[in-house]
Nanobody, 123 residues
Framework: VQLQASGGGLVQAGGSLRLSCAAS????????MDWFRQAPGKEREFVAG????????SYADSVRGRFTISRDNAKNAVYLQMNSLKPDDTAVYYC?????????????????WGQGTLVTVSS
């Protein structure tokens, strides 16, 4: 599956951004979807994940309550709404897909990765 992330940019602390990821090439609804991020000088980390049917979600402690992951299987897209952004959220954000047999599980070991989109939060 090919993944194309978009929506990154420069925002002030406290602001909001919505990232989008468009999928193509395979049956999107067969994949659990994730967002990861990598800040300068740090390892890539899990941010949020959503199950195939959208009914289950999971978040990193650092973003829970501020970020919301969602998906639209009809549009082959996954989204990350980011509110109350902090300078520590500055990173390249990647969407990723994990083939899943079950429709209700969140998986954090993707098979496919998209290119990243840069989010910069100024203080």
């Amino acid at each position: 599956v090919q993944l194309q992330a978009s929506g990154g940019g420069l925002v002030q602390a406290g602001g909001s951004l919505r990232l989008s990821c468009a999928a193509s090439g395979r049956t999107f609804s067969n994949y659990a979807m994730d967002w990861f991020r990598q800040a300068p000088g740090k390892e890539r980390e899990f941010v949020a994940g959503i199950s195939r049917n959208g009914g289950s979600t999971s978040y990193a402690d650092s973003v829970r309550g501020r970020f919301t992951i969602s998906r639209d299987n009809a549009k082959n897209a996954v989204y990350l709404q980011m509110n109350s952004l902090k300078p520590d959220d500055t990173a390249v954000y990647y969407c990723a897909a994990a083939f899943a047999i079950r429709t209700t599980v969140v998986l954090t070991t993707p098979n496919y990765w998209g290119q990243g989109t840069l989010v910069t939060v100024s203080s």
